[in-house]
């Protein structure tokens, strides 16, 4: 089992930047497809991220491409989301999830395929 514990979300102006942070417990982080969600009020889970096991493929929701960037550090377990040019719509929870099937270049969009969660780290974006 792996715990996941996400920081670096607050409150920032549009057109700023966060740096959201999953530190992952366990030795077997770099067997694990990582991802990012997010949940507005009111709204789904949204996917938004996605990184293979080996940090070398990477998927993105079409509203955030070209803005946020999905990394991991096997040797720290730990994955990180990059989002810059931050917008209102971006406001809502974050959370980041570990898959533990798939290969080493393998990705997961799908939410019911994640097997453990964070808590979430709240991003709020004022315009």
């Known amino acids: 089992q792996v715990q996941l514990v996400e920081s670096g979300g607050g409150l920032v102006q549009a057109g700023g930047s966060l740096r959201l942070s999953c530190a992952a417990s366990?030795?077997?982080?770099?067997?694990?497809?990582m991802g990012w969600f997010r949940q507005a009020p009111g709204k789904e889970r949204e996917f938004v991220a996605t990184?293979?096991?080996?940090?070398?493929?990477?998927d993105y929701v079409d509203s955030v491409k070209g803005r946020f960037t999905i990394s991991r550090d096997n040797a720290e377990n730990t994955v990180y989301l990059q989002m810059n040019s931050l917008k209102p719509e971006d406001t809502a929870v974050y959370y980041c999830?570990?898959?533990?099937?798939?290969?080493?270049?393998?990705?997961?969009?799908?939410?019911?395929?994640?097997?453990?969660w964070g808590q979430g780290t709240q991003v709020t974006v004022s315009s």
């Open positions: 999830a570990a898959d533990r099937e798939g290969g080493t270049w393998s990705l997961t969009r799908d939410a019911r395929w994640y097997d453990y």
């Open positions: 366990g030795r077997t982080f770099s067997s694990y497809i």
């Open positions: 990184i293979s096991r080996n940090g070398y493929s990477t």
